[in-house]
């Protein structure tokens, strides 16, 4: 077995990983050192390691033997079935745990995507999603990534749930965790600006600040009046600036991270 361990920002993890899944890996591990995060993935042959190397020349790569690791069962070890909120079971796809009773279960392909569920702003975004739904709304996810929001929002009642996403590759992993979920994916590629007005009960959107100021007009677009606008994928100290969009926002909070949930 051989790893191939790389240096990135946060911002960097979700394309990076979904280029060493599609790369063939058989699992990564990340952690962080000396302010960055480091991310290490398994490969089983070294034959991909000239080409590696140079596809990841800007993220210091370094390759190396390892021995005795079951990468296997380190991944499954990372990725255990949990509990979200007060209505999710978050599921890997191995899982074979029964659902806990007054619970949906959401299936997922941890290695597939942006948005596993894992990341505190995920799970800030279920429980939101979970405590405004209702039997019947319809749903858009702006960013969806591995189309985790979307799902679960289906799990939980929706009437319909729109995944969209700028990146194709996010697109196709999420039409594989809605095929898991025996699901008809509904997924489109763009962004907000490419439904119609007032279209959404709920808007959702776990994306990094900066974009979702960019977008922010055509979040409030979407979401019919009475209805609700989640946001997250922020810090703590990027939360008072929505603040200043809406006369009232519930900030819900998992570490450092932070979630708006505005009534429009």
């Given at each position: 077995m051989y790893s191939l361990r790389l240096t990135c920002t946060t911002a960097e993890i979700d394309r990076i990983s979904a280029e060493l899944w599609e790369a063939g890996t058989a699992g990564i591990q990340e952690a962080e050192h000396d302010g960055q995060v480091v991310l290490i993935a398994s490969f089983e042959t070294s034959g991909l390691r000239p080409a590696l190397l140079a596809r990841f020349d800007q993220h210091s790569p370094k390759w190396q033997q390892?021995?005795?690791?079951?990468?296997?069962?380190?991944?499954?070890?990372?990725?255990?079935?949990?509990?979200?909120?007060e209505q999710i079971f978050l599921a890997p796809l191995w899982d074979n745990e029964r659902t806990p009773a007054g619970r949906v279960r959401v299936v997922h392909n941890p290695g597939l995507a942006c948005g596993t569920g894992e990341h505190p702003c995920s799970?800030?975004?279920?429980?939101?999603?979970?405590?405004?739904?209702?039997?019947?709304?319809?749903?858009a996810d702006i960013g969806t990534g591995s189309g985790i929001l979307a799902i679960a929002a289906l799990r939980l009642g929706a009437a319909s749930?729109?995944?969209?996403?700028?990146?194709?590759?996010?697109?196709?992993?999420?039409?594989?965790?809605?095929?898991?979920?025996?699901?008809?994916?509904a997924l489109a590629a763009g962004s907000a600006d490419c439904l119609p007005d007032a279209y959404a009960d709920i808007a959702i959107?776990?994306?990094?600040?900066?974009?979702?100021?960019?977008?922010?007009?055509?979040?409030?677009?979407?979401?019919?009046?009475?209805?609700?606008?989640?946001?997250?994928?922020?810090?703590?100290?990027?939360?008072?600036?929505?603040?200043?969009?809406?006369?009232?926002?519930?900030?819900s909070n998992e570490q450092e991270w932070r979630c708006v949930t505005v009534r429009i």
């Open positions: 390892e021995n005795d690791t079951d990468w296997f069962r380190e991944t499954i070890r990372a990725w255990p079935a949990r509990k979200i909120g799970q800030l975004a279920l429980a939101a999603l979970e405590k405004h739904l209702r039997n019947g709304d319809r749903v749930a729109v995944g969209i996403d700028v990146d194709e590759a996010a697109l196709a992993a999420a039409k594989q965790n809605f095929d898991l979920n025996q699901l008809i994916p959107a776990n994306i990094n600040a900066t974009v979702l100021i960019s977008i922010l007009d055509d979040l409030t677009r979407i979401t019919r009046t009475g209805g609700f606008l989640i946001l997250t994928g922020f810090p703590e100290w990027e939360a008072d600036v929505f603040k200043g969009f809406f006369d009232a926002a519930d900030i």
